[in-house]
């Protein structure tokens, strides 16, 4: 059995962070690094075909959830907080609700356990189109990326995920054949009967609409005890745009 590529930072209590659809444990380093710095062993984890873990033809949440909780069995963790964004907050709620013994605190970011209409064709095209038999620098990637996506926010995200495959080649780290053809699951709800009743937090950003009023009901009734809070001045990758309201925010919950 194959276990989750991770970078573990700090010692204390476990704190597992799962990063959203074609993103990778790097992205949460510098938040990371100040979880560890307050008393907190943070693993930050790369899910199946992103990052440096293992690609697979199986990608559903079901699966993902079985890789964290065997990630944790492989650390010998009985029970740790989990931070997830997106893709990741789905990942949480799945092993949260499955199971709960195993979940301390869980901290979703972004992202409710409603169904979500596919949404990031516009990404894979763009992506698609990356040809590395001529793209040789990361200009380049970016230049072939900006034909299609105008947002240098979202090109510096995806452009986290390029590397050298051997000397002269570049590629990405995410398994784009898979997940191209697995869009649909990532926006999957999560169960009509799954709930999770232990201390539950959920950051939206304040211009996101991921996580609408409407919203809330269905939220408060998979996660009884969840706690709806606003980060201020950003959008779905709210844990960038504004990091230090976030941070402020999560660890006083992690603390509480």
Known sequence: MEILHSKIIGEGKP??????????????????????QNGFQV?????????????????????MSQD????LDQHQIEKTSIIGHSMGGKTA?????????????????DISPKYYPPHHQPIINALVQLDFDHISSRKEADESLAQHLSEVGIRQFLLKNLYWVEAGQLGLRFNLDI??????????NISSTATF???????????????????FPGIHRHFPNADIQTV?????????????QFFEKSLHFLNS
Not at 43 to 63: C, I, P, T
Not at 197 to 213: A, K, V
Not at 232 to 242: C, I, M, R, V
């Open 68 to 71: 964290v909780l065997r990630y």
């Open 197 to 215: 009743d232990g201390p539950t937090l959920f950051l939206r950003g304040d211009r996101s609409e991921y996580i609408l009023p409407d919203d």
């Open 93 to 109: 709620m799945q092993i949260a609700t499955e199971q709960p013994q195993r979940v301390e605190k869980l901290l979703v970011a």
């Open 43 to 63: 693993h930050l984890a790369d899910q199946r075909n992103h990052g440096r873990s293992f690609h697979s033809e199986k990608f559903d949440y079901e699966v």
């Open 15 to 36: 704190l597992v962070i799962l990063h959203g659809f074609l993103g990778m444990s790097d992205n949460w380093k510098t938040l990371g690094n100040q979880y560890a």
């Open 232 to 244: 201020e001045k950003a959008g779905h990758w709210l844990h960038a745009e504004n990091p230090r």
């Open 179 to 188: 997940l191209k053809d697995k869009m649909d699951e990532i926006g999957e």
